[in-house]
């Protein structure tokens, strides 16, 4: 059994957890266990980014397609009116869900480009230094041109590469001191490596071009770079001397056109190159969007069916109100057609109809001891035929006369009894 403390203690966390007490906590509170609302039975017809006036004058046009008759007629066309602007917003969703969709993927792809070449850039100007312990170094083989490649394989790293070599074209132009870096830059972007520049002509020339704009710029340069080059790289030697296996530029002015002429033509290329490779890559972004343009997350599957419940209600919808005109049209045609046949058949019967008399002529126009007339029937096809009088029964009184019929004394206002039948 719970002791005081702890019913004194329910009883003020009671107090805490009551809920939400203003009107904006409590609609929110009501909207907890909402998932989707894709099933809602109720919704507002128009939201908040809609205009009013556009689903009334959607309504309004279905109106005047249909020309509803009744009030049912009506409803089912505002029905049909409004579930169509309903798919309308469905679609319009499932649209700007996709917009993004590939907006993203194309925005993360451009980052991840980015993000490649900033590593391979890195890797370009890395200075690995001889390994100290087996294993240390980069964790990647040093290869230039390699990087170099890579880097061009994409709008981001032809930039990149751009931007590099316009960065020496205005060293050159400045008519600035050279750096170990920068000397070390300019024979990294264009994928070499300083060390083979007793065997590379070009790299011979452009070290020769420093050795005549600054003595020893060359010489020392390369002198540092075997000392830092590890001793394990394949193809070096360590007893290696510079040696100069190209002509001398004829003057300073030959060495900084040199250097320049290096230097305008990769911007050149790298410009050239640029517009291929952004052209492809308009080609890339597109196969991408399309890969974004299709979601098959559950969302997107609610969504579907989403659509497809509300196509079918609108086209249930449309059903009821053409089966609702049919029958009615059915009927009224019904009705039109049986009114003519009712008369034509009111007129026959009148036409046929056996009319039955029972009255002798009178007796003041009549001679009283003449005979009754004999009865006549229609019979089919119009034709007349007598029929024989039916005798009665004897009275008293009365005697039978010839031909069986009977004979009552002449008398004020007598009546026998004849049938004829005649046609009207």
Same mark, same amino acid.
């Given at each position: 059994?719970?002791?005081?403390a702890?019913?004194? =203690?329910?009883?003020?966390?009671a107090k805490?957890s009551?809920?939400p007490?203003?009107?904006?906590g409590k609609s929110?509170?009501?909207l907890?266990?909402?998932k989707?609302?894709a099933?809602?039975?109720? /919704?507002?017809?128009?939201?908040?980014?809609?205009?009013?006036?556009e689903?009334?004058?959607?309504?309004?046009?279905?109106v005047?397609d249909?020309?509803?008759?009744n009030?049912?007629?009506r409803?089912?066309?505002?029905?049909a009116?409004?579930l169509?602007?309903?798919?309308?917003?469905a679609e &319009?969703?499932e649209?700007?869900?996709?917009a993004?969709?590939?907006?993203?993927?194309m925005?993360?792809?451009r980052?991840? &480009?980015v993000?490649?070449?900033?590593?391979?850039?890195?890797?370009?100007?890395?200075?690995?230094g001889k390994?100290l312990?087996p294993g240390?170094g980069?964790a990647?083989?040093d290869?230039?041109?390699?990087f170099v490649a890579?880097l061009?394989e994409?709008?981001?790293g032809?930039?990149w590469?751009l931007?590099?070599w316009?960065?020496?074209r205005?060293l050159?132009?400045s008519d600035?001191l050279?750096t170990?870096l920068?000397?070390?830059?300019f024979v990294?972007?264009?994928g070499k490596?300083p060390i083979?520049a007793?065997d590379?002509?070009?790299?011979?020339?452009l070290?020769l071009?420093?050795e005549?704009?600054e003595?020893?710029?060359?010489?020392?340069?390369?002198?540092?770079?075997?000392e830092?080059?590890p001793y394990?790289?394949p193809?070096?030697?360590?007893?290696?001397?510079?040696?100069?296996i190209?002509?001398?530029?004829e003057?300073?002015?030959?060495?900084?056109?040199f /250097?320049?002429s290096?230097a305008?033509?990769e911007?050149?290329?790298?410009?050239?190159l640029l517009?291929d490779?952004e052209?492809?890559?308009?080609d890339? =972004?597109?196969?991408?969007?399309e890969?974004?343009?299709?979601?098959a997350s559950?969302?997107?599957?609610?969504l579907r069916?989403?659509?497809t419940?509300r196509?079918?209600?609108?086209l249930r919808?449309?059903?009821?109100l053409?089966?609702?005109?049919?029958?009615a049209g059915?009927?009224?045609?019904?009705?039109s057609k049986k009114?003519?046949?009712? =008369?034509?058949?009111?007129?026959?019967?009148?036409?046929?109809e056996?009319?039955?008399t029972?009255?002798?002529d009178?007796?003041?126009?009549r001679d009283?001891s003449?005979?009754?007339?004999?009865?006549?029937a229609?019979v089919?096809?119009g034709?007349a035929?007598p029929?024989?009088?039916?005798r009665?029964?004897a009275?008293?009184?009365?005697e039978?006369g010839?031909?069986?019929? /009977?004979?009552?004394?002449p008398?004020?206002?007598?009546?026998?009894?004849?049938?004829?039948s &005649? =046609?009207?």
């Amino acid at each position: 059994m719970a002791t005081e403390a702890q019913m004194q =203690a329910n009883r003020a966390n009671a107090k805490k957890s009551c809920g939400p007490k203003t009107d904006a906590g409590k609609s929110r509170s009501r909207l907890n266990s909402l998932k989707h609302g894709a099933r809602a039975e109720i /919704l507002n017809p128009v939201l908040p980014q809609e205009d009013p006036a556009e689903l009334a004058s959607r309504i309004q046009e279905w109106v005047d397609d249909y020309q509803p008759t009744n009030a049912i007629e009506r409803e089912l066309v505002t029905r049909a009116a409004r579930l169509s602007w309903t798919l309308d917003r469905a679609e &319009r969703h499932e649209t700007a869900l996709l917009a993004r969709r590939v907006r993203k993927a194309m925005l993360r792809s451009r980052a991840k &480009r980015v993000e490649k070449v900033c590593d391979l850039g890195r890797k370009l100007f890395y200075m690995a230094g001889k390994r100290l312990l087996p294993g240390s170094g980069p964790a990647w083989t040093d290869d230039p041109s390699a990087f170099v490649a890579r880097l061009e394989e994409s709008p981001e790293g032809v930039r990149w590469l751009l931007d590099r070599w316009i960065e020496m074209r205005c060293l050159i132009i400045s008519d600035e001191l050279w750096t170990f870096l920068d000397q070390f830059k300019f024979v990294r972007l264009l994928g070499k490596q300083p060390i083979n520049a007793i065997d590379d002509p070009e790299l011979n020339e452009l070290f020769l071009a420093w050795e005549v704009i600054e003595p020893l710029w060359g010489t020392r340069f390369w002198k540092h770079m075997q000392e830092v080059t590890p001793y394990e790289d394949p193809a070096f030697s360590a007893w290696r001397d510079w040696r100069e296996i190209v002509p001398r530029p004829e003057s300073l002015e030959a060495g900084v056109a040199f /250097l320049r002429s290096i230097a305008d033509r990769e911007i050149e290329r790298l410009e050239e190159l640029l517009v291929d490779v952004e052209e492809i890559e308009g080609d890339d =972004a597109l196969e991408l969007a399309e890969q974004a343009s299709f979601c098959a997350s559950d969302a997107a599957e609610r969504l579907r069916r989403f659509q497809t419940a509300r196509t079918r209600e609108l086209l249930r919808t449309i059903d009821a109100l053409s089966k609702l005109r049919k029958d009615a049209g059915r009927a009224e045609h019904t009705a039109s057609k049986k009114a003519p046949n009712e =008369a034509k058949s009111d007129s026959t019967q009148v036409d046929n109809e056996i009319v039955i008399t029972s009255q002798f002529d009178e007796p003041s126009t009549r001679d009283r001891s003449h005979s009754p007339r004999p009865r006549t029937a229609v019979v089919g096809g119009g034709r007349a035929e007598p029929v024989e009088p039916s005798r009665p029964r004897a009275a008293a009184g009365n005697e039978k006369g010839p031909g069986g019929l /009977l004979k009552r004394p002449p008398g004020p206002g007598f009546e026998g009894s004849v049938v004829e039948s &005649r =046609a009207s």
